[in-house]
């Protein structure tokens, strides 16, 4: 990943560490310091002459006296604090070696990703529970209602702009048939989630920018946008996730102008929220995506497989 920290902003990496149950490794700040007694996720400042993964296996082994294995890039953002800016830059850890425990006297504390929620983290913290949320790959469905394979990684946009409501409401019981319902988004009808039992909902910039505020917070919420004002206000609605496009060249709207990894990046690190790759995007992308500060990747008609 490019060593995009912006000026004036001292860089931290941080570790989302998993283990086999799905766990997340939490350590809490010493009382005495700033924002004592919150819960964080493991590392610190990098050193002059640091890369992100060589500072994260020194900080892991100070703190905790692991090393990390294999680690992937999960989320990057800028973050101002009273007495400093910020830049956090959290990586994705699922395997490592050695036995973690407090070497410099903290308390740590494996924790279940549902009860996240009942801790007290940093603000520069929640986005990061958010993208630990939310899986790499969004799929969405073609206008013709075509259906991906189920996969255990993924949520399902339900997007049929050709119905009416009571169609439209119809068919979702129908793909719910198929998919399990906690890994399905309405598109648009934010006010059917609670009644169809189903994850939450994906909103066109039409629908979310209308909104004066967000759904209850156990409701997945997310949305299209296409520049950095979208974000900035998209994160102060405190949505969970956004769609970017177009990155690629992409058949559905050939007339749009593609802005490219390096214009998603730059629009990725703005945002104070997990981002989506969408447009032109191929299974597989979603590595690139990563090196690009993105959640992962949004696609249509890439894994179309049937109608129901």
């Known amino acids: 990943m490019p060593n995009t920290v912006p000026e004036g902003h001292l860089w931290v990496v941080a570790a989302a560490i998993i283990d086999t149950e799905a766990k997340v490794l939490l350590a809490q700040r010493p009382l005495h310091k700033h924002q004592g007694g919150l819960w964080e996720f493991p590392g610190g400042k990098v050193e002059r002459g640091e890369s992100a993964l060589q500072?994260?296996?020194?900080?892991?082994?100070?703190?905790?006296?692991?090393?990390?294995?294999?680690?992937?890039?999960?989320?990057?953002?800028?973050?101002?604090?009273?007495t400093q800016d910020i830049w956090l830059d959290v990586w994705l850890v699922d395997r490592f070696q050695g036995v973690p425990y407090g070497r410099e006297g903290q308390p740590i504390q494996w924790c279940h990703l549902a009860d996240l929620s009942e801790k007290c983290f940093p603000?520069?913290?929640?986005?990061?529970?958010?993208?630990?949320?939310?899986?790499a790959l969004l799929m969405i469905t073609?206008?013709?209602?075509?259906?991906?394979?189920?996969?255990?990684?993924?949520l399902l946009v339900l997007r049929r702009p050709g119905l009416n409501r009571l169609q439209y409401r119809s068919w979702v019981?129908?793909?719910?048939?198929?998919?399990?319902r906690e890994q399905l988004l309405l598109h648009d009808y934010w006010d059917m989630v609670e009644s169809l039992g189903v994850a939450g909902v994906h909103c066109s910039s039409r629908v979310w920018q209308a909104l004066d505020q967000r759904l209850p917070s156990s409701v997945?919420?997310?949305?299209?946008?296409?520049?950095?004002?979208?974000?900035?206000?998209?994160?102060?609605?405190?949505?969970?996730y956004a769609t970017v496009s177009p990155v690629l060249k992409t058949a559905t709207h050939p007339e749009a102008?593609?802005?490219?990894?390096?214009?998603?990046?730059?629009?990725?690190?703005?945002?104070?929220?997990?981002?989506?790759a969408l447009g032109g995007m191929q299974y597989g992308d979603q590595a690139i995506a990563w090196q690009h500060g993105g959640q992962g990747i949004a696609a249509i008609r890439a894994f179309q497989v049937g109608t129901p």
């Open 55 to 82: 500072a994260l296996g020194r900080e892991l082994s100070e703190e905790l006296g692991i090393m990390p294995v294999s680690a992937r890039p999960l989320i990057q953002l800028a973050w101002t604090y009273p």
């Open 173 to 180: 019981e129908q793909v719910m048939k198929v998919w399990p």
């Open 220 to 240: 997945l919420m997310g949305g299209a946008a296409h520049n950095a004002n979208d974000l900035d206000m998209m994160s102060r609605l405190g949505m969970d």
């Open 142 to 154: 073609t206008p013709e209602g075509g259906l991906p394979d189920v996969h255990p990684q993924a």
């Open 257 to 276: 102008v593609p802005m490219g990894w390096e214009g998603f990046s730059a629009l990725s690190q703005m945002a104070r929220l997990p981002v989506y």
């Open 123 to 135: 603000a520069a913290n929640l986005p990061v529970l958010k993208a630990l949320r939310l899986p």
